[in-house]
């Protein structure tokens, strides 16, 4: 079955860099492009970035613009989160996920299909 594990989650200052990745198996990883999303408590799962299948940047979030950049690495089936300059705000769980074949990962959560267990990202003042 389709598995899509996070790591690399944990305690920041702000200001600071962590590296997300997500090793994914059980799908065509080449056919999907691949995002991220992030939920806060109390808060929606907010949209963060999307890589396309050829490893091009899509889209993001306006909250992370400059500061997040996506990668992915098709033949290790891994996609990467490099978070930096981190603020208090960023902390929330992490989510990678696989956006359905034939469709832009830039079209909202419910165009991706399968999902990890998210990591949680806690970032101090």
Known sequence: QVQLVESGGGLVQAGGSLRLSCAASGLAFTSHP??????????EREFVIAVSRQGATLCYGDSVKGRFTISRDNAKNTVALQMNSLKPEDTAVYYCAAARVGYSGCLGAQNYDYWGQGTQVTVSS
């Open 34 to 43: 691949m995002g991220w999303f992030r939920q806060a408590p109390g808060q």
